[in-house]
């Protein structure tokens, strides 16, 4: 059987998505891409930016991906949660991407609420519903609470 072709996208504004994003493209052995901005996000003024984008439903500006989408079967993409909504960073991307996007699949990590509204806009955004997704709360993000989760998640992605 031919191997999957995998790339994992994500946006991360303090790390949580990036260590999430990294330990599933390690289990599914796929490519690993961030979502870069040319602006800094960081500190008080970058939260009320994010929070402000995510609720106007706005998408940033983000730099080239260094990856072709459609040159891979799976594309899985994760993104924070920012006020109940997907992240303007990964609005971004999908909208940008849209034409090239294989089969697709969607994780995020959040406070605790917030997922599904955020799954949905990047259905919308997409234009496709996603194979499988995953939403991991803070506390479900160490490396031992998570392992199941990510586990099921990867075992939907592969079957
Ligand atoms: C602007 C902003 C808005 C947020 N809104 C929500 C929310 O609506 N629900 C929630 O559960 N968490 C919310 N959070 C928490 C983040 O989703 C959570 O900390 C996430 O894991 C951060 O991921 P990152 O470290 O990859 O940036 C928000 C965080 C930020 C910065």
């Known amino acids: 059987m031919q191997k999957l072709r995998i790339l994992v996208v994500y946006y991360s504004r303090s790390g949580t998505t990036r260590r999430i994003a990294e330990a599933l493209s390690s289990a599914l052995d796929g490519s690993l891409e961030e979502v870069l901005e040319a602006r800094n996000r960081s500190g008080i003024l970058g939260y009320w930016r994010s929070l402000v984008e995510a609720r106007s439903k706005r998408p940033s500006d983000i730099l080239p991906a ?68 995953c939403a991991l709360a803070a506390r479900e993000t160490a490396p031992d609470t998570r392992k199941l989760r990510l586990s099921a998640f990867t075992d939907a992605l592969r079957a």
């Not at 993104?79 to 109940?84: G, H, I, S």
């Not at 991407?97 to 969607?106: D, E, G, S, V, W």
């Not at 995020?108 to 499988?132: L, V």
């Open 66 to 133: 260094r990856n072709d989408p459609s040159d891979f079967d799976l594309v899985v993409v994760g993104t924070p949660v920012w006020a109940w909504s997907v992240s303007s960073p990964i609005r971004a991307y999908l909208s940008a991407n849209k034409q090239r996007l294989p089969a697709i699949a969607f994780f995020c990590t959040m406070g605790g609420r917030g997922s599904d509204t955020a799954f949905a806009q990047m259905q919308e955004i997409a234009g496709k519903a996603p194979r499988a997704t």
